[in-house]
């Protein structure tokens, strides 16, 4: 990225840019960013601290309760998709709960592959519509849209598509429903975590249930997170009996929990401010690419000829969709292709007076969606 950034400046000070404006350009575009890179930081703190609070452990630990051989992969689908929202990562639930399941689905002859594309599917799912997500904050952030409006907009798709696949998913189960539960391990990881936390779901969820109904009122992003953060500190001191010098410091640099199960403890050793360090400098160098490739004309330049034969709708958005999964192909990398994407369809989308959360939209649904299909 840093390579790409000396060439565009050279190629834009060759077409007679000085230094000062292309740095102008760079900081215009940070600029514009910033309200989303102050929702980043709390991203990192509302996952440390609904690990310390026992929220998430409440959710592994009832989740599990539910699974029967028959519904395996469907339940398996809904619990994936409920972590992903809640922790707001799908590569965090793919790699901690998702391990739990294929273990579990081997156990019971169902096949990996099969079990893999539930995990993925689930985990996809919670990814997009929670209000936690880096890469849903990233497209509300790079297309210039509201982070509620955003998932509003995913909803009309989104939604139709995980109910399909629910359905699916259940009716595969069926055919399984003579499998063998492996009872062992999912009691080992439910006694695991309830000798580590309180888990009375009446006050560990409070911190979830405070995020959901103050997002579901629209009140502003920052505010809704640091409301929750600050109930979820405030249990993981005086109901789950944590010092307040390892709540707070895990705020900044969370560490791995003390179940005795790595995966789980990788799990609920998640977040921090730190943690989120390596998407947002990533996300801010490649949004000053883009303030020199829109700002010096290379970006219209290039794809000119292209979104000038693009006048229907539905042809933007199908373009959008195709632009940015191929961007995750040469890329290898759904962050970069959402920002660039973003920036190379913006000015058409307003030219064509469209809600820029259809943007945002369909640049995740090529991007983020797709993700799991690059290998």
């Known amino acids: 990225m840093f390579l790409c950034l000396l060439w565009v400046g050279l190629n834009a000070f060759s077409l007679g840019y000085g230094y000062i404006h292309i740095r102008e350009l760079m900081t215009h575009a940070l600029s514009k960013a910033m309200p989303a890179i102050y929702i980043f930081i709390l991203i990192g703190m509302v996952i440390a601290s609904f690990m310390h609070s026992g929220t998430i452990a409440t959710l592994i630990y009832y989740g599990l309760s539910w699974l029967s051989p028959s519904l395996f992969l469907a339940v398996g689908l809904l619990l994936c998709a409920l972590m992903s929202v809640a922790t707001g990562t799908s590569w965090g639930t793919v790699g901690t709960l998702g391990v ?3 273990g579990i689905g081997s156990a019971m002859n169902i096949p990996l592959p099969l079990v893999a594309g539930m995990i993925v599917c689930g985990a996809t799912f919670g990814d997009k519509m929670s209000p936690i997500s880096d890469t849903t904050n990233l497209a509300a952030m790079s297309a210039g849209t509201n982070i509620y409006r955003h998932i509003y907009a995913m909803l009309f798709t989104t939604t139709p598509t995980f109910i399909l696949t629910f359905i699916v998913f259940l ?7 003579e499998q063998n539960l492996n009872v062992i391990e999912v009691t080992s990881i439910q006694t695991a975590l309830a000798n580590v936390y309180s888990l009375t779901p009446l006050i560990t969820l409070l911190p979830l249930i405070l995020l959901s109904l103050l997002s579901i009122k629209k009140v502003p992003a920052e505010v809704t997170m640091s409301c929750s953060i600050i109930l979820a500190v405030l249990i993981a001191i005086f109901y789950q009996g944590e010092s307040t010098v390892t709540v707070l410091n895990a705020l900044w640099d969370n560490t791995p929990a003390s179940t005795g199960i790595a995966n789980v403890d990788a799990l609920l050793g998640r977040g921090g401010i730190s943690s989120m360090s390596w998407t947002l400098l990533l996300a801010l160098m490649a949004i000053a690419l883009g303030g020199i490739l829109h700002g010096a004309g290379f970006l219209s330049a ?8 693009v006048q229907r709708t539905t042809t933007l958005i199908a373009t959008t969709i195709m632009s940015s999964f191929l961007g995750n192909i040469a890329m290898g990398e759904a962050y970069i292709s959402i920002i660039l994407s973003c920036q190379l369809f913006k000015p058409k989308y307003e030219k064509q007076k469209l809600d820029t959360a259809m943007l945002s939209r369909s640049v995740e649904e090529g991007a983020t969606m797709t993700t799991g299909l690059i290998p």
């Open 100 to 102: 739990v399941f294929i």
């Open 171 to 177: 009716v595969i189960g069926f055919s399984y429903g």
């Open 302 to 309: 290039l794809l000119a000829g292209i979104i000038k034969r």
